[in-house]
Every structure is written in C-alpha cells, then in structure tokens.
C-alpha cells in the first residue's frame, strides 16, 4: 500500500516563502502530484514531477527526491488567495488510482 | 478552458434511497474517476473506468456502487442503498492518458439523511 505524510497545518505571513513537505511510502512510485484546494470546492492540479529535481511554475514550484521518498512545494510571494489545502499524491506505477496525502492547511496572515 | 462538470452540485436524499450522481468529463479524455471527500477529510479513490469497463477499484467501492457511461458525454455514478456514512463530497476527475494529469470536477455534496 502506499501513505503519505505532510504536515497539518502551516501559517505564513503574505508575501513570504512557504514549503510544504510530503514523504511518501509506496512500493511502485510513478510520480508526486500537488493540488490545492479551497474550502468547499475541487483539488486543482498545481505540479508534478516524476523525475528528481525542481519544477518551477510562476510562484509555485515542486521538488522530488526519489531516493529519500521526498518532495516538496514551494510557494513564493504569498497571497491571501493562497489560504488553502495542499495536498500531496502519489501514483503507483500501471495503476490509476491516486492516493492523496490529508492535506497541509496553510494560513497565510497579513 | 476545457473542465470537468458535475451536477447537482448538492443533494439531499433519505437514507435507502438511490442516487445518481452526473459528470461530464473533458471531451478527449479517456480515463475517468471517482472520488469522495468525507468533510475535513482527505480525497479518497473509488474507482477509475476506461473503455467502458471499470479498470480499477478501492475497497470503498462496494457491491452498493456502480458506475456507467450512458453515452458519448456523461459518466454516472450510482449508489444503490444510501447509507449516512455516504454522506459525503464527491468528486468525478477525468485525465487524457493513464498517466496523465487527473482533473476534477467541483464536486457533488451529498447529504444523506
């Protein structure tokens, strides 16, 4: 099976830099997604990597380190928009289901 | 922007009664999903169907659940027996290929009482 960690709850001041890490434990790992989600509505796809390294899009960016079962997502420039849920997920390899971490609450304060 | 749609948006139903819940996935996507959120909780998988056959399913997908894609546009998720624990958001994700981005739905509230 597979699980996932990453921390409860994060608060952040706007306009800092914010990383929310995820281990993971699976036994055929494809690749870490992160989405985020507001309160009441849908997870929306934020990154992916599959391979280790960094992946920059705008003021997000994801890491992946495979041989630590590793990732983060980096969220620069905060904005009071960006208070929300950040979840984690993993694929395994030939399957399709996602497996979602419990999800990171960030508060982002003026 | 092409997007995954899901409707209602709410529902309300007694518990025993069936419901069914609609999607319309992103029109070139193969792949379509299932998922529920119980409040506070974290997304969980129910089941993934391509080719008009169920590819894959979780525990949680029990013989009460049934999925079914009645045309070239809708996909369908069905709950026999409404139980309160049913009672839930739920999500329908559709993805271009097996391992492609899966994208959500806004989701369906589910209240069953």
């Known amino acids: 099976g597979q699980s996932l960690e990453q921390p409860s709850e994060v608060t952040a001041v706007e306009g800092a830099i914010v990383q929310i890490n995820c281990t993971y434990q699976?036994?055929?790992?494809?690749?870490l997604s992160w989405y985020q989600q507001h309160d009441g509505g849908a997870p929306t796809f934020l990154s992916y990597n599959a391979l280790d390294g960094l992946e920059e899009t705008g003021r997000f960016s994801s890491f992946l380190s495979r041989s630590d079962s590793y990732g983060y997502l980096l969220l620069q420039e905060l904005q009071m928009k960006d208070s929300a849920s950040y979840f984690c997920a993993v694929r395994e390899g030939g399957y399709q289901k996602v497996t979602f971490g419990i999800g990171t609450k960030l508060q982002v304060i003026p | 922007e092409p997007e995954v749609t899901q409707t209602p948006s709410h529902q309300v139903t007694q518990m025993g009664q069936e419901v069914i819940l609609r999607c319309v996935p992103i029109?070139?996507?193969?792949?379509f999903y299932w998922y529920r959120q119980i409040l506070g909780q974290k997304v969980e998988f129910l089941v993934s169907?391509?080719?008009?056959?169920?590819?894959?399913k979780s525990e949680i997908f029990d013989d009460q659940f049934s999925v079914e894609r009645p045309d070239g546009s809708n996909f369908t998720l069905k709950i026999r027996s409404t139980k309160l624990e049913d009672s839930a958001m739920y999500f329908c994700a559709s993805s271009e290929g097996l391992q492609e981005t899966q994208y959500f739905g806004p989701g369906t509230r589910l209240l069953v009482l």
């Open positions: 699976t036994s055929g790992f494809y690749g």
């Open positions: 169907f391509y080719n008009n056959e169920i590819s894959e």
């Open positions: 029109s070139n996507h193969l792949y």
